[in-house]
């Protein structure tokens, strides 16, 4: 286990302990999940030249982030794992966190095995959208590129891309090619987390709520990393240094389908280059 998982483990515990008893029974592992995913941000929002651009996150439909996935290979190489995703409502508020876990294969001699955080900005509503259908798999419901990183001015590859993905391992972290890698809706996890069965439309219509406070943490986090002109048009109020965004609606309606023909744009702004730095 590398320094950062043990640091990690220490961070939990204590954040854990502080759940009434009955929520930490039914959702200790899903407030977990959501605890990690928001040191992973921190630890990012804590190196500014290696970190996702500000500029980007302003501009983003939604952010998933999974903690941990573990690649390992013997021959036929794969990678698994679970985390969770926030999607912007119609006022462009973060919702409630959908549950969702990361698999993806790959064909070569390959002998070992690495753990990896990996984080998903969706810069068009087309991908979001086309995940809250069902089961999405990156550079086929939406096109995906290694996303830029601190002050660089575009993505490595795409930059009208409509998901931009990065990864960070040992410390170190970059965007990453993950075509053919699926998302899929851990139904359980969201079943556990809200209590009873629930749909992506559930989640993203506001249909269903949580006051979980790893929730509220997971959002601020992202909110923390975008701009402050911008962390304040999400929704954002300022408590001291922290920024933390405010609950979206009850009945928040999910985001609008584009029509076929306007094409892929960027939250807030009707960017035809989502992944190029605003000029």
Same mark, same amino acid.
């Given at each position: 286990?590398?320094h950062s998982?043990?640091?990690?483990?220490?961070?939990?515990?204590?954040?854990?302990?502080?759940l009434?008893?009955?929520m930490?029974?039914?959702?200790s592992?899903e407030?977990?999940?959501?605890i990690?995913?928001?040191?992973?941000?921190?630890e990012?929002r804590?190196?500014?030249d290696?970190?996702?651009?500000?500029?980007?996150?302003?501009?983003a439909?939604g952010?998933?982030?999974i903690?941990?996935?573990?690649?390992?290979a013997?021959?036929?190489?794969?990678?698994h794992?679970?985390?969770?995703l926030?999607?912007r409502?119609s006022?462009?508020?973060?919702?409630?966190?959908?549950?969702?876990?990361l698999?993806?294969g790959?064909?070569?001699?390959?002998i070992?095995?690495?753990?990896?955080d990996?984080?998903?900005?969706?810069?068009?509503r087309r991908?979001?959208?086309?995940f809250?259908?069902?089961?999405?798999?990156?550079?086929?419901?939406?096109?995906?590129?290694?996303?830029?990183?601190g002050?660089?001015?575009?993505?490595?590859a795409?930059?009208?891309?409509?998901?931009y993905?990065y990864?960070r391992?040992?410390?170190?972290?970059?965007?990453?090619q993950?075509?053919?890698?699926?998302?899929?809706?851990?139904?359980?996890?969201?079943?556990?987390?809200?209590?009873h069965?629930?749909?992506?439309?559930?989640?993203?219509?506001?249909?269903?709520?949580t006051?979980s406070?790893?929730?509220?943490?997971?959002?601020? *986090?992202i909110v #923390?990393?975008?701009? =402050? &002109? !911008? +962390?304040?048009?999400?929704? %954002?109020? @300022?408590?001291?240094?922290?920024?933390?965004?405010?609950? *979206?609606p009850? #009945?928040a309606?999910? =985001? &609008? !389908? +584009?029509?076929a023909?306007? %094409?892929? @744009?960027?939250?807030?702004?009707?960017?035809?280059?989502?992944?190029?730095e605003?000029?």
């Amino acid at each position: 286990m590398s320094h950062s998982l043990s640091l990690r483990a220490l961070v939990l515990l204590p954040l854990l302990a502080l759940l009434p008893a009955g929520m930490a029974a039914a959702q200790s592992r899903e407030d977990a999940r959501l605890i990690t995913a928001t040191q992973v941000l921190e630890e990012l929002r804590a190196t500014p030249d290696q970190n996702i651009p500000a500029w980007l996150l302003d501009r983003a439909y939604g952010v998933a982030v999974i903690p941990d996935v573990l690649k390992g290979a013997f021959i036929f190489g794969g990678r698994h794992g679970s985390g969770a995703l926030v999607v912007r409502d119609s006022a462009g508020r973060f919702s409630n966190p959908v549950f969702l876990s990361l698999t993806g294969g790959s064909w070569g001699f390959q002998i070992g095995a690495q753990s990896t955080d990996i984080v998903l900005v969706f810069a068009s509503r087309r991908s979001v959208e086309n995940f809250a259908r069902g089961d999405f798999t990156l550079g086929v419901g939406g096109s995906v590129a290694a996303g830029p990183v601190g002050r660089s001015g575009e993505a490595a590859a795409g930059i009208t891309s409509e998901v931009y993905s990065y990864s960070r391992n040992r410390g170190l972290f970059a965007g990453v090619q993950l075509d053919g890698t699926a998302l899929v809706f851990d139904r359980k996890a969201n079943r556990n987390f809200y209590g009873h069965d629930v749909t992506t439309e559930d989640i993203l219509g506001g249909h269903v709520t949580t006051n979980s406070e790893s929730a509220r943490r997971f959002i601020a *986090a992202i909110v #923390a990393s975008m701009t =402050p &002109a !911008a +962390a304040d048009a999400t929704g %954002g109020t @300022k408590t001291g240094a922290t920024t933390v965004a405010t609950p *979206a609606p009850a #009945a928040a309606p999910a =985001p &609008a !389908a +584009a029509p076929a023909n306007e %094409g892929a @744009k960027s939250f807030p702004l009707a960017d035809p280059k989502p992944g190029s730095e605003p000029h």
